[in-house]
């Protein structure tokens, strides 16, 4: 059963991924990215990787609807769902993707694989922890939390009302506590 939920998944992620660049909007495109990555996400909560899973999931759908919200907002294309072309250069496109899936696939099938030595781990989201951070794994948590309320200041830094949700107009006085 799982290798058939497997299956299922990469053909979602793999479809949803040409949608991409096969629909006719940024929107639609957006979405269907947004799609393509909860099914990789769904891939690597099937192979025991719970939190990469989750994170992939998590980050990638917020990302993709601040993505959508972006274009929206700025977009001369009210929220990027009028027709448009999302293909540019075709020929060059398709000349290039080809000879780096024929690259990618050589290697894959050319190059000699070393055996595994030892035993997976016993929880794998810890060692991968660790081999990305090391020993600086309690710094960048705490720098997380830091940066986290940086992006929470900015925001409100950013933003052209006041305290209060309204300036006072010219001319008024506010009334002072007594």
Do not use: C
Request: charged share 10%.
């Amino acid at each position: 059963m799982t290798v058939v939920v497997f299956v299922m998944l990469a053909l979602v992620a793999v479809a949803s991924g040409i949608a991409v660049f096969r629909v006719d909007s940024m929107a639609r495109a957006t979405f269907a990215l947004a799609l393509s990555f909860v099914a990789v996400g769904g891939e690597l909560l099937l192979l025991d990787l719970g939190y990469l899973g989750v994170v992939t999931v998590l980050m990638m759908v917020m990302e993709m609807a601040i993505m959508a919200v972006f274009m929206i907002m700025f977009m001369m294309n009210p929220a990027g769902l009028m027709p448009m072309s999302m293909l540019h250069n075709r020929r060059g496109a398709l000349v290039l993707s080809v000879a780096t899936f024929l690259v990618l696939a050589a290697g894959a099938l050319f190059v000699p694989w070393p055996t595994r030595r030892g035993a997976p781990p016993d929880d794998p989201t810890h060692a991968l922890g660790l081999a990305v951070m090391g020993s600086k794994m309690l710094v960048m948590m705490a720098v997380s939390a830091v940066l986290f309320a940086t992006m929470i200041a900015g925001l409100v830094l950013a933003t052209t009302r006041g305290r209060y949700d309204a300036e006072p107009a010219v001319g008024e006085r506010q009334a002072s506590p007594s």
